[in-house]
């Protein structure tokens, strides 16, 4: 069935959008062609003065390109003619006999909003569900049909550029202070103010939309003065390097289309948009990330537990004990979403500072006007502080989220089972202790599962949910769709110590420590791994983290997995040393007092005996390569290990739990992709020559030695790139 219906309302040709089957509007090569044929039938008929184009679904307006088709490119040519027809398709738009209305609700992503760029004027609906967004980076690409060009030339250079490079959202209100929209509405109003206005930019009482008229100095500056945009330009590209440091093209390329646009033409722009979109197309990185993409997108449809997949339990209410660090951002997404949470700890005091730290959270949303006052107030509202376990009696979950200790654990556990429902389930959010322990003190330990959520819990998108061989599936679904609901990507391992993220991370951090332990810099070790693509160093993230949780982690993890996991020296004598990172101001870094990282504390060297060599400044010079491939072969070895013993449940969902909740690099799409992507033998090779110098930390996996004999890869090399 066509996508685009056509209707007419006195003279108006009201265009909707809806793609059958599927459940977002998406643009292809087919729409294309729909799409001309229609502006063919509008260039023909006189009567028709104006046209709108809106969408047929509820709550989405155009999510963008159909990614799909980017799979089947097999040639950088491909890529580009296909950017080049949307590009034709989008100017036909914009020079049609009559002028079009974009009325928008719902996401309006990538193709989506360059869409309306080509359009006369554009109404956006006041909606929790209307973005706007070209979020093509985040895939490797650059917009890809005529965005580079008419954003720019629209809202100004700055904001265009921040929207480009950075693939961000813009919300309504915002769009239109920027200029990218024209007016705001009430969803129920949407159609009648697009068709006055159609009718008025018909009639020609109203002149078609020219964006931010008022730029002020710098857009005097920037818009009409070629060292001007030079500057912005090179200021952008400067940003961009020190973000990335040069790992991922697309940016880089988004602003070499933009200056040619710029200096040369804008058809001179466009031509060199399509060109750098084929090119984009066809590289690594593109196709590591858009791997994320649909894996991420393959995790929302997952229920977590085997088909048949029981229906998950509603929570309404939620009771949380710990108001600390992770029991505060626990409480702030869910309040968000709505659930009522009866919060609980032991000392008023505490209490009160995570209700405090609750409003922070919230407030932050309100702060950038993505909510109202009373919205603020109502989620407030939801949080029921207590230092008693009433209001526990009508849960329909609770989360444990105390200290790391299993005696605490099991006695907060013992004081609250009895009070709560039957039915209700209880998650600790626990990062090392096996979730069968810790249901050793249950009734019923069918429903105790893990939910363990990362720092700080409303920044962070993975969520990992840990279930028992005794966990019901019930349970477990309920806890993976409470996740979903709270924004979360969830990924869902069997028990074991320290589960896969904790166990994957601890040996990357071991290895660093090593590093230290054999005299390498600070400094070196954390810009030779950036370098590779994680977003901090490791000895930067034990400092985050927190000193003390690390040394506790990794005796946990020593003790249950052997020799290959015991901490290295260094680490254990800054743990002793009492150390215990940004939350402390004294970590292998200096903190100033509001927690900005400065340079290295050259104190901590006389604490893990490196002190005379670092104050001679004679480090030991290990080569970054040689950094970068320990530590990583480290991770990569041991999720491997987790494969092969059952605590992950595929490949997908360890690639995504690496990449959303340890740092892995996205352009190196995760550990089971960069095995892929390097090659298993290669790897296996790798890593039995470091286990020959450091025995045996790294032998490799039986499941990477079984690959590496039989040829075996760890994702199809054809077809859609998911497990």
């Not at 909003?113 to 980076?137: D, F, Q, S």
């Not at 629209?154 to 769009?175: F, H, Y």
């Not at 400094?523 to 490791?538: C, M, N, Q, S, Y």
């Amino acid at each position: 069935m066509p996508a685009l219906t056509v209707t007419r309302d006195a003279g108006v040709a009201m265009l909707s959008l809806d793609v059958q089957g599927a459940p977002v509007n998406t643009l292809s090569l087919g729409l294309a062609e729909e799409m001309r044929t229609v502006f063919d039938d509008i260039e023909r008929d006189s009567s028709i003065t104006a046209a709108i184009l809106i969408s047929g679904k509820s709550d989405n307006f155009i999510a963008g390109a159909d990614i799909e088709q980017f799979l089947e490119f097999k040639a950088a040519e491909e890529a580009e003619q296909a950017s080049y027809t949307g590009q034709k398709m989008l100017s036909r738009l914009e020079r049609l006999r009559v002028p079009v209305v974009a009325a928008i609700h719902g996401a309006c992503l990538g193709g989506g909003l360059e869409t309306t760029l080509a359009c006369a004027w554009r109404i956006a609906t006041e909606h929790p569900k209307t973005v706007l967004g070209l979020p093509e980076v985040q895939l490797g690409l650059i917009p890809g049909t005529g965005g580079t060009q008419r954003l720019p030339r629209l809202i100004g250079l700055p904001a265009a550029l921040d929207m480009i490079l950075r693939g961000r959202n813009v919300r309504p209100r915002k769009a239109m202070k920027m200029g990218l929209v024209d007016e705001v509405v009430h969803p129920a109003i949407l159609r009648d103010v697009a068709l006055q206005r159609a009718r008025e930019l018909g009639a020609g009482t109203r002149q078609r939309s020219k964006g931010r008229l008022e730029r002020g100095a710098e857009g005097l500056l920037v818009e009409r003065n070629r060292v001007g945009r030079a500057l912005v330009l090179k200021r952008a590209r400067q940003s961009v390097m020190q973000q990335t440091h040069g790992q991922y093209p697309a940016p880089l390329a988004a602003l070499d289309v933009i200056r040619t646009g710029y200096e040369e033409s804008i058809d001179a722009g466009f031509r060199e948009e399509s060109r750098r979109f084929g090119q984009l197309a066809m590289t690594e990185v593109s196709r590591q990330l858009i791997f994320l993409f649909f894996a991420t997108n393959s995790l929302k449809k997952d229920p977590g537990v085997t088909a048949p997949a029981p229906a998950p339990h509603p929570v309404e209410k939620l009771g949380v004990l710990g108001a600390g660090f992770m029991g505060a951002g626990i409480t702030s997404v869910a309040v968000q979403q709505g659930t009522l949470v009866r919060l609980k700890d032991t000392d008023p005091a505490r209490v009160g500072k995570g209700l405090a730290a609750v409003r922070e959270v919230v407030k932050e949303r309100y702060t950038k006007k993505q909510i109202t006052r009373q919205q603020l107030d109502d989620m407030m509202a939801l949080t029921g502080p207590t230092t008693e376990y009433t209001g526990f009696g009508n849960v329909d979950l609770v989360i444990e989220a105390v200290f790391e200790d299993i005696d605490l654990k099991h006695r907060v556990l013992r004081e609250v089972e009895p009070l709560l429902p039957n039915d209700a389930i209880y998650a600790s959010n626990t990062s090392t202790i096996p979730i069968t322990r810790i249901a050793e003190a249950s009734t019923r330990p069918e429903q105790v599962l893990g939910m363990h959520f990362f720092s700080p819990v409303h920044k962070m998108p993975l969520l990992e949910v840990i279930a028992t061989s005794r966990t019901t599936k019930e349970a477990t679904a309920t806890a993976v769709a409470y996740g979903k609901q709270l924004g979360k990507t969830v990924i869902v391992v069997n028990d074991g110590p320290g589960f896969y993220t904790t166990r994957t991370l601890s040996a990357y951090m071991n290895e660093a420590g090593r590093l230290l332990d054999e005299g390498a810099a600070i400094d070196a070790i954390d810009r030779a791994l950036v370098d590779f693509g994680f977003p901090v160093g490791p000895i930067t993230l034990l400092d985050e983290v927190g000193i003390d949780v690390g040394g506790k982690v990794g005796l946990v993890l020593a003790d249950a997995l052997g020799l290959r996991m015991t901490p290295a020296e260094a680490m254990r004598r800054v743990v002793t040393a009492g150390r215990l990172g940004r939350k402390g101001r004294n970590g292998f870094y200096k903190y100033d007092a509001s927690g900005k990282k400065g340079d290295v504390d050259d104190s901590i060297y006389q604490i893990i005996g490196a002190g005379a060599r670092a104050s001679a400044g004679q480090h030991v010079r290990i080569p970054d390569e040689e950094m970068v491939r320990r530590c990583v072969l480290a991770m990569v070895n041991e999720a491997a290990r987790c494969l092969q013993e059952g605590i992950l449940r595929n490949v997908r969902d360890g690639d995504v739990g690496a990449v959303f909740g340890v740092g892995f690099p996205p352009f190196r799409g995760g550990p089971f992709r960069y095995v892929d992507t390097v090659g298993v033998a290669t790897i296996v090779r790798q890593l039995q020559e470091l286990n020959a110098r450091h025995p045996p930390r790294f032998e490799p996996a039986e499941l990477l030695l079984e690959m590496a004999q039989t040829g075996k890869t760890f994702y199809p090399t054809e077809g859609r790139p998911v497990a």
